[in-house]
């Protein structure tokens, strides 16, 4: 089948009136969540994710995608009106955002972050069409080495990419590796690091670490330091960027959407780089750089549409290698395991409709943003004028409820209220979640290709560095792992000379 | 608080030498096996080394930095809520399955709401029983999740 043929089976898929539904109560749910403050992308999908267990499982991934880019959008909003980050990639949209909504300008920084955003996803629909086969295909030819070594390579992308130093971010990559081994062994069924516990005999469930996390962890945080909400009294009168707005913006969205889709690409976590990179080439590339920081609309509209673009190509790797390139995708790959499907380079081959359909989706869905957001601005204000003190008991609730209903364990609830802990410490001494979060998700099939690499090769290291592709990545690996270490190297370094 | 970075630094690192060596002796417990034919244990193993490794590493550049000063706790106040937080979700944790979903939903809410969000009883009360009875309507009724039953039978 030709890439369109694979679009229009897609847009059949999609176009259900059930999966439509389906794709708008992700969308509009997602960026509910998104919009609460301190909730990010991760938190909507773990909220949510209990929601679609009773859905078939193209829909559930439909309404799952839905949430992501649905809290993707609900997070700008929170930015430009409250200017708290809903996530790590909409830090860059606070600093000219915020400022355009003390303008006035709320309404245009939110229209351009959705006209953004549908461009970019166009755009992202598109490159996923006409690369994802090719790399699926391509990935059929990668063994246990290759998968291993790629594994290894998506770790060391995500470690280099927090902003803590590399050793707490391995630390943390090591954690949820660990974690990921509790429960029995595939290979020999011996229970591993249970402590008798019969709720993580099978394995340690993703949900209530997913909502301990991510949902608890947050609530627990915003509780100690107090919410200080900075809601813009601005009214937000017209939605529309003016003609002027509109050709300042057209660039930054052409080059944040090819900055985003490479780097979204990327395994590891583009997405956050991507915004990152698309403000600072805007601010370098602009005859004001001055403006940037002082309500810029290109500082809006380029990095929105960034990773928005990084955000859908982050599916790339995920359909296709089976490796998520962030946390969100991360989450999106156990949601795949929880209805039984393995993502890899056989789901486009064995479930042509799930893949195309979910791509499809995400453009109808981009299209649904675009069409309801701007009307429903309204609301979300009104969503952000919630008190927190009520707020996040209902935040609480949810979590309680997500995590008790797929196995009716309270047990589980246990769990999550532990990894709220643990999250919360964590967040103290600075260790970054989203590794441990990637690395347990990932744990058992990096353990499997590890194990199998050393039958294949009867016990040589070497194979990881021999076969062409493997070593290829590995090499990268080693490289970012050396490049990330420099920096703390170099501190000890000039202690010992001062 | 002189020195605090570095301590809030150096002891995390002390915790994770503990906890590799902890998997490590775990692993050892398990069949380790060997490269050729690995064991339930090596991989675990192999973590726990990797860690103890980082973490000597993280410790040594930690003794060399220099020190800042900082408070690991925002405000009695936070850490006041935290703890109640933390106290409210493991009494809904212990109690859901004796006083059944609506009650316990229903003390969680009046509890937070007095101690967190020093409401009146009126506020805390009314609010309290509009969130159990419209989340018992829409999990236990619309969604038909099987929640536990207390006492009172919802």
């Known amino acids: 089948m030709s890439a369109l043929d694979n679009i ?56 799952l995608a839905g949430i992501y880019y649905g809290s993707m959008y609900g997070g700008s909003t929170t930015s430009i009106l409250v200017n708290i980050p809903g996530e790590a990639a909409s830090i860059i949209t606070c600093l000219d955002g915020h400022q355009m909504a003390k303008q006035g300008r709320a309404g245009p920084a939110l229209g351009i972050s959705a006209f953004g955003s549908f461009i970019a996803g166009t755009f ?47 630390i943390s990559a090591l954690l949820g590796l660990f974690l990921g081994t509790v429960g029995y062994d595939i290979f020999t069924g011996y229970p591993r690091f249970t402590l008798g516990l019969t709720c993580i005999m099978d394995r340690i469930g993703l949900i209530p670490v997913i909502m301990g ?32 707005e509109w050709k300042r913006s057209a660039m930054p969205i052409a080059r944040g959407t090819i900055i985003g889709s490479i780097l979204g690409i990327l395994p590891g976590g583009g997405v956050v780089m991507s915004s990152m990179t698309s403000y600072a080439v805007e601010r370098r590339l602009s005859k004001h750089p001055e403006r940037f920081g002082k309500g810029a609309i290109e500082g809006v509209a380029g990095p929105e549409t960034a990773n ?81 003190t009520l707020l996040f008991p209902l935040i609480l609730l949810f979590c309680l409820v997500g995590v008790y209903i797929p196995n009716n364990s309270v047990d589980e609830l246990w769990l999550m209220i532990f990894f709220g802990v643990v999250g919360y410490i964590f967040q103290k001494i600075q260790i970054p979640l989203a590794p441990l979060t990637l690395a347990m998700v990932i744990g058992r099939v990096f353990e499997n290709a590890f194990r199998q690499s050393l039958l294949l090769s009867q016990g040589s290291l070497m194979i990881f560095f021999q076969r062409p592709i493997s070593g290829t990545l590995m ?13 703390q190297l170099w501190g000890i370094r000039e202690k010992l000379r001062t | 608080m002189e020195g605090f970075v570095r301590t809030r630094e150096v002891i995390p690192s002390i915790a994770w030498i503990i906890l590799g060596v902890m998997i490590c002796l775990g692993s050892t417990s398990m069949r380790l096996g060997s490269l050729s034919s690995p064991g339930p244990g090596l991989f675990p193993f192999i973590i ?76 805390a009360l009314s609010t309290a029983l509009i969130v159990s009875f419209f989340s018992y309507m829409v999990f236990a009724v619309w969604l038909k999740i099987n929640l536990p039953k207390g006492p009172l039978g919802i």
């Open chain 1, 8 to 63: 229009i089976l897609g847009f059949q898929v999609c176009l259900t009136p059930m999966n439509l539904l389906w794709c708008f109560v992700g969308c509009l749910g997602g960026t509910l969540v998104g919009v609460l403050p301190g909730l990010g992308p991760q938190a909507a999908i773990a909220l949510l994710l209990p929601a679609t267990f009773y859905l078939p499982p193209v829909s559930a991934i439909i309404m």
């Open chain 1, 124 to 170: 992202g629909i598109f490159l996923l069409a006409i690369v994802a086969r090719p790399i699926s295909e391509f990935a059929l030819r990668f063994g246990p080495p290759e998968y291993f070594s790629l594994m290894c390579l998506a770790l060391m992308v995500l470690t280099n990419l927090t902003s803590a130093p590399l050793s707490k971010s391995l």
């Open chain 1, 213 to 244: 996390l991510f949902g608890v962890t947050e609530v627990l945080m915003n509780v100690e330091q107090g919410l200080k909400q900075t809601l813009s009294d601005k009214k937000i009168d017209h939605l529309l960027p003016n003609k002027e």
């Open chain 1, 308 to 388: 928005n673009a990084a955000s859908q190509c982050g599916f790339i790797p995920l359909f296709t290698l089976g490796i998520p390139a962030n946390v969100t995708t991360a989450i999106l790959l156990g949601a795949l395991m929880l209805f039984g499907l393995q993502p890899g380079p056989m789901l486009i081959k064995n479930n042509p409709d799930l893949f195309w359909g979910t791509v499809a989706s995400m453009y109808v869905g981009n299209g649904m943003l675009l069409i309801l957001n701007l009307p429903l601005i309204g609301i979300w204000v009104r969503v952000l004028l919630i008190p927190y």
């Open chain 1, 475 to 487: 090499s990268i690996a080693i490289l970012l792992l050396v490049l990330g270490s420099i920096p």
């Open chain 2, 48 to 123: 726990g080394c990797v860690m103890i490794l980082v973490s000597i590493s993280q410790a040594i550049v930690y003794a060399f930095k220099k020190s800042e000063t900082g408070h690991f706790w925002q405000n009695r106040e936070g850490v006041k809520g935290v703890i109640i937080v933390l106290v409210l979700l493991s009494f809904y944790a212990l109690a859901l399955m004796h006083l059944g979903f609506s009650l316990c939903t229903f003390l969680f809410f009046v509890a937070i709401l007095k101690t967190l969000g020093r409401k009146s009883w009126n506020y």
